[in-house]
């Protein structure tokens, strides 16, 4: 199939498969036991919590990863399980992009919004 590209120079692919940006495969080096498991990766796409950004969600391969924080040099990625996760094995990873749409969507607007107040003067 062919690509289209918009008005704004957009190219968007017509196909089924997923967007690149948005997944690849990386190898489980740690994983930390607990209440909130965490597991460290070789290299990650996952956006992490911080500088008005909130963290990305996705999988780990067949654990949810529902937060993503810097720990120290390193990426801690808290997942529902690591259940069926070994260190040393490569996993796909996947973002999930309606989250992080969702998620750039409100930063935008409530950054407009605060801009809009903080420039209006008296009486207006």
């Known amino acids: 199939m062919e690509d ?14 997923p967007d690149p940006s948005l997944q690849t495969f990386a190898t489980v080096t740690a994983m930390v036991p607990g209440e909130r ?10 956006f992490q919590e911080g500088q008005c950004r909130t963290a990305d969600r996705g999988w ?3 654990g949810q990863v529902v937060h ?10 808290y997942v ?7 260190i040393g094995e490569c996993y796909s990873i996947l973002i999930d ?5 969702e998620q750039a969507v409100a930063h935008y607007l409530a ?3 605060l ?10």
């Open 4 to 17: 289209r590209t918009d008005k704004f120079g957009t190219t968007s692919r017509n196909d089924n498969l």
């Open 97 to 101: 992009g309606q989250w992080r749409y």
């Open 37 to 46: 498991p965490i597991v460290r990766l070789s290299h990650t796409l996952f």
């Open 60 to 62: 780990i391969g067949p």
């Open 68 to 77: 993503v924080a810097l720990n120290g040099g390193g990426i801690d990625h």
């Open 111 to 113: 950054v407009k919004i």
């Open 80 to 86: 529902d399980t690591t259940e069926g996760l070994v």
């Open 115 to 124: 801009m809009d107040i903080l420039q209006r003067r008296p009486g207006d």
